[in-house]
């Protein structure tokens, strides 16, 4: 496609990887086009605004990228943008001025170096130390031209004019078509449902405009934040209005709270930041200078704690020494972090609904269908020497019955119905058409903490350590002596005081006030018992500091704050009086052990851990260790981390308890028996995990847990062509109660159970992120095998999330996902269905967002979506049928030149069959859930099957009645006159089949309207049913003797006996009688229940799990539980490699990550970790990938348990 000059690929492996073509104007092609567009009645016009590479084809001439005037973009998506290229005035200065794009609101440059275009970021660091080098500021002269540069520091949001917003919602295909009908009713002098159709659509695209510029707007006014900053510009303090920052600025920032207008990454002093804006997290977060180290490379995900996020709220900024509290700015505008939460509301990714698409190739089936009436009407009507215009007329008339004209607005009501109902249960939905998705979920994960559990952990007790053994547990932790423990709870924390009142994470709060501590941050100057000011002082409160200093005051010198891929935080602090500096950590127990030295590590450390998670605790492990006293204050500030972190003294277990919310065990209960799966993805432990889902209903008493744990072995040298392996162990989880039972295995017995549960399916798999990882990169086949049985998955990162409902998809299962943390957006954008817990803006990641903090919003937004796509289906049925059984009475009729009159159409289509569709989606969603979901294929046997066997006992009705009346003595056959073509006279005939047709929109809103088990009754809807009993009425009356002005407005004529007219009656009553029976008892009833069940097991699987459950239950040796499976690793495996296609361009996105991957992996390496560590927290917004799981414990095993039973 062209030469390498003309298309280039910018932002190659993200997900903003677009083509790039270059074009410059054609004049000679723009005259052909515009006279193009005159001559064919502007649908030349039309195309192009559908296409912008036609429009650009036609109008412009390809050339090389680099003089272009327009270029034309294309995403990964197939979604095509044209943007105008900006040129310098003076082509001489290219390294003063450049030549730009914008795209999505970033900015593009032309890189004259590498001849690309490029992607203008934030400024340029190689490592962390770069940010020092620029403490003093910008010169003026560099800040006005990094400010031609990089742009305006502005989020200003545009709203589209309400002409252009029009001209977007006129320019879609059914519009067009509805313009079409118009025209053509219009000529026909069939005012009166043209006007109708009119009406609707512009009160739809009213609303639709009205809806999008007061979202707009609101975008607007609450993105867009201006501000006085001062600034550091050569050398002197400056006040600048925050658009004017540019990347590289110093700034100041005050003591007071205030919002971040740009990303900034922190010099000096400590701020205190509520991110809750960016990430859902309410809780405050200390953040700290970066570090001033040449070897560390800065990357915003790793050094979050360091870097000051746009949009976020500083409550509190101070500096020990007294000085201004420095940053500098590292990103402006739209690449900010609050820049890009907006770019992806303003540029969605798009959606491929698949309701939707069937129903577009149902159209052109439609079409298709409809061109033996359109031949056969040329041909009536030929043979009938009408007029050729009245012939052109007639046949161009029945295009309109192939589509229904009301279908998208009646579309639209079901889901704004849908989305009313859900709003009064607290249910916020961002677009109506994921509701659709929610009806047909099979499967649903969730995140544990502050979803199925509270939010909140509350203190159970600490375990601590005297002489290298483990004491009896503690409850009260006030009774704790003062011991290097309670030392560590009282420092090891990132609590700050604002107005007097304790600031930082929950868990912190509470065991700091659980101790009977408190907290100081002295300012510059202010009296202190010891050589420095330190950033806070804690010390117990009756102590009565600092009036009376005691020896128990610790001073916290410096500050590791708690990072996810670390899994730990850490502080150096100075007890009152002692001579040396101490560190206190704390973290995931089995990471603080590897940091400990050996002897200080209790012998029962492992059943001691292992026997509080299987409780369902969360357990922290604390450690400390003394530095020698030579190590002055200053040294302390430049030792390296991994110098501080290493030869602890193991001091014990903080035990806390993480409850169930009262709202969960029911809920899954519902989904349970509704044969819904359910799955739990969380960041904590793998055994509190476990217990937590047994307790919660996941796991039932009977079933069995396997665990299993893959690592990677290495090659063995001394063996030629010896490869890396991947070895896969599966054991039984321990838990309590019966499940021990199965999980230990001791005797005959106990394994012939364990066996049956496995040869049942009644078995669980519970892995942890990092097994699973493995897995999916060197094992896709045991993928799909862990991931079908999987149930519970742990110290899952936040890509892990992604690809775990990715491989879920994959295999057929349709997937939603609760999740109340930015830890889930990436999952909860990728979900069918996602459900966010948090009212924060960072939900608009998700399509849903419950104000209720509980999963109780589940079964509702299934119960909705099961009744929307109910709705939706019965609505497609009934609209479809409306205008095919219409079209059949029409062709009738044409066949001795008849016509419905204008008074006939009237009373079918706007009294008969406007209101019903309307209020179609009204009826609420059943209360209950079954286990068979509704039909989600409107292609599917059963839809299809509905509509046609309905409109065949419809025409095989007007047969009867046409012959019948045919059979009369009294009968007068129509006559044709050419003149009277569009208003014929009353016929005998006509009236028969319009009789019995008109009765036929009657039953079609009758038995199209869905009940139970998916909606309410049919009379539960007292607006729809009173509609239907009027239209019946109506019918009635119509149908046995209407009045004369009625006659003769619907061009009925009377036979002369009232016997013929109750005949017709009847046999409109037989035809709804027959025709209810069909619809409900045989086809929902018998085929749907027991014929299309049957069919589907005779048919076999079609989805890939379901064909994986068929293998998985025949394969009594899988999983090889107490056994390893070894396999293989290819040398060069790519991601490209997987049998499973995550998604499209996924192999890039994931080489990105990988890459971002690669830089952790060397600062673990940086760092010492030992291999094998796994984390506590749960996992933030990091990305890692493959971890080595080599080597064994430290501890030895085989003591028994020190614990206070009561306190378990």
Request: proline share 5%; charged share 20%; with cysteine.
């Amino acid at each position: 496609m062209g030469n390498n000059n003309e298309e280039q690929r910018i932002n190659e492996g993200s997900d903003e990887e677009m083509t790039i073509v270059g074009f410059r104007r054609s004049y000679p092609k723009l005259i052909l086009t515009w006279l193009g567009v005159i001559f064919s009645g502007g649908i030349l016009l039309i195309f192009m605004a559908w296409k912008k590479a036609i429009l650009m084809k036609l109008t412009h001439t390809r050339c090389s990228v680099e003089d272009a005037e327009k270029v034309l973009l294309v995403d990964m998506y197939e979604q095509q943008f044209v943007e105008i290229v900006v040129r310098p005035s003076d082509k001489s200065l290219p390294s003063k001025q450049h030549t730009y794009f914008y795209n999505k609101k970033i900015k593009y440059i032309w890189d004259y170096q590498h001849s690309k275009f490029i992607k203008v970021e934030g400024l340029e660091v190689r490592n962390c130390a770069n940010f020092h080098s620029l403490v003093d500021g910008l010169h003026t002269t560099e800040s006005v031209f990094r400010l031609q540069h990089y742009g305006k520091n502005s989020i200003f949001i545009e709203v589209q004019p309400i002409c252009r917003l029009v001209l977007n919602e006129i320019k879609s295909p059914f519009y067009i078509y509805q313009m079409f009908i118009v025209v053509v009713w219009m000529i026909q002098i069939y005012y009166q449902f043209a006007l109708c159709i009119v009406f609707l659509s512009m009160m739809s695209i009213t609303a639709t405009v009205w809806e999008t510029r007061k979202q707009s707007k609101a975008l607007r006014d609450a993105v867009h934040t201006e501000a006085i900053v001062t600034v550091l510009r050569d050398g002197k303090e400056v006040q600048k209005p925050s658009e004017d920052l540019v990347p590289g600025d110093v700034i100041l920032l005050p003591q007071s709270q205030f919002i971040m207008v740009c990303d900034a990454v922190l010099l000096s002093g400590n701020c205190v930041v509520n991110e809750s804006m960016l990430t859902g997290e309410s809780t405050p977060i200390t953040k700290v200078p970066v570090p001033n180290d040449p070897n560390t490379r800065f990357n915003t995900i790793v050094n979050k704690r360091n870097t000051l996020f746009c949009g976020t709220q500083v409550l509190h900024s101070r500096s020990v020494d007294g000085s201004p509290v420095k940053a500098v700015v590292y990103r402006t505008g739209f690449t900010t972090s609050k820049g890009e939460l907006v770019r992806a509301i303003l540029f969605p990714k798009p959606i491929n609904f698949k309701l939707y698409s069937e129903l577009f190739k149902c159209m052109v089936l439609f079409f298709v269908i409809g061109i033996p009436p359109i031949i056969y009407t040329s041909i009536i009507w030929i043979q009938l020497q009408a007029y050729t215009k009245d012939i052109i007329i007639i046949v161009v008339d029945v295009l309109t019955f192939l589509v229904p004209p009301v279908l998208p607005a009646v579309l639209t009501s079901i889901n704004a119905h849908a989305q009313r109902r859900l709003r009064k249960h607290g249910i916020y939905c961002l677009n109506s058409r994921y509701i659709n998705f929610c009806g047909g979920l099979d499967v649903v994960c969730f995140d544990k903490t502050g979803t199925l559990t509270e939010d909140c952990l509350d203190i159970s007790g600490v375990v601590p350590i005297d002489d290298g053994r483990f004491e009896r547990a503690v409850k009260h932790l006030s009774h704790l002596p003062n011991s290097p423990l309670i030392k560590a709870m009282a420092t090891c924390h990132s609590l700050t005081k604002v107005d007097g009142k304790l600031l930082g994470h929950t868990l912190d709060v509470k065991i700091f006030e659980a101790i009977g501590w408190d907290l100081e941050e002295p300012s510059f100057g202010d009296q202190v018992p010891f050589e420095k000011v330190p950033p806070r002082i804690v010390y117990p409160k009756n102590s009565d500091f600092p009036h009376q200093p005691a020896s128990a005051a610790i001073a916290v010198v410096r500050q590791f704050p708690f990072e996810s891929l670390l899994r730990r935080m850490s502080v150096v602090a100075k007890c009152q009086g002692s001579n040396h500096f101490e560190v206190f950590l704390k973290g995931a127990p089995e990471l603080v052990c590897s940091l400990s030295r050996s002897e200080t590590v209790p012998e029962n450390f492992k059943e001691v851990l292992e026997f509080y998670t299987r409780q369902g605790f969360r357990v922290i492990g604390v450690g400390s260790r003394h530095l020698d006293p030579q190590i002055s204050w200053d040294e302390v500030l430049k030792m390296p981390r991994e110098e501080l972190e290493c030869n602890l003294e193991f001091q014990g277990l903080v035990v806390l308890q993480n409850r169930l919310k009262p709202e969960t065990v029911p809920t899954l209960n519902i989904l349970k028996e509704a044969d819904i799966r359910t799955v739990m993805v969380t960041g904590d432990n793998l055994l509190t995990a476990i217990t937590v889902a047994r307790e919660c209903g996941m796991v039932e008493e009977c079933d069995s847990v396997i665990s299993v744990e893959a690592r990677l072995i290495a090659a063995d040298p001394t063996i030629p062509g010896s490869k890396m392996r991947l070895q896969v162990h599966y054991e039984y989880a321990k838990l309590p109660g019966f499940s021990e039972k199965l999980s230990i295995g001791q005797n005959g017995m106990v394994d012939d159970i364990c066996v049956a549960a496995i040869g049942d399916g009644r078995y669980h798999i519970a892995m942890e992120g990092t097994t699973f990882n493995l897995i999916r990169l060197h094992e896709n086949q045991l993928l799909k095998k862990v991931v079908l049985k999987g149930t519970i998955f742990a110290r899952m990162l936040p890509e892990h999330k992604l690809f775990l409902i990715e491989t879920l998809q994959n295999l057929g299962h349709q997937v939603g996902m609760c999740g109340d943390g930015a830890n889930d957006c990436g999952a909860l954008k990728t979900a069918h269905a996602g459900v966010s817990l948090s009212v924060a803006e960072a939900s608009v990641a998700s399509p849903f967002t419950s104000t209720q903090q509980n999963i109780k919003c589940i079964p509702e937004v299934i119960k909705e979506g099961r009744a929307t796509l109910a709705a939706t289906f019965g609505a497609f049925r009934y609209m479809v049928c409306y205008c095919f059984v219409l079209l059949a009475a029409v062709l009738m009729l044409f066949w001795d030149g008849q016509k419905p009159s204008d008074g006939g159409y009237v009373i079918i289509d706007i009294v008969l069959n406007l209101l019903p569709p309307i209020i179609f989606g009204s009826t609420h969603a059943y209360p209950g859930l079954v286990k068979r979901p509704p039909t989600r294929s409107i292609i599917s046997f059963l839809p299809q099957f509905s509509m046609f066997s309905f409109m065949l006992i419809q025409i095989g009705v007007y047969v009867l009645a046409y012959e019948y009346t045919l059979m009369q003595p009294w009968y007068e056959p129509f006559e044709y006159k050419i003149e009277e073509t569009h208003v014929p006279a009353a016929s005998h005939s006509g009236t028969a089949i319009l009789s019995v047709n008109m009765m036929s929109y009657v039953i079609a809103a009758t038995i199209f309207s869905p009940g139970p088990p998916y909606r309410k009754s049919f009379f539960s809807n007292k607006i729809y049913t009173g509609v239907i009993i009027v239209e019946f009425f109506l019918v009635s009356y119509l149908t046995i003797y209407p009045a004369d002005f009625l006659a003769k407005f619907i061009n009925l004529r009377r036979a002369p006996f009232l016997e013929y007219h109750l005949i017709l009656y009847a046999l409109s009553l037989a035809n709804f009688i027959i025709s209810f029976l069909w619809e409900v008892y045989f086809i929902q009833g018998f085929l749907f229940e027991y014929v299309v069940p049957a069919l589907r097991r005779l048919r076999g699987p079609i989805h890939k799990f379901e064909k994986l459950q068929l293998d998985l239950a025949s394969n009594t040796k899988w999983p090889p539980v107490g056994r390893y499976e070894i396999t293989s690793v290819r040398e060069n495996f790519n991601d490209e490699d997987a049998d499973i296609p995550f998604s499209r361009h996924s192999s890039r996105r994931q080489q990105w990550m990988r890459r971002s991957s690669e830089l952790r992996h060397s600062m673990l390496v940086g760092l010492k970790l030992s291999k094998g560590d796994s984390m506590e927290e749960e996992s933030e917004e990091t990305m890692s990938f493959v971890t080595f799981r080599e080597g064994k414990s430290k501890v030895k095993t085989g003591s028994s348990i020190h614990s206070d039973q009561n306190f378990v």
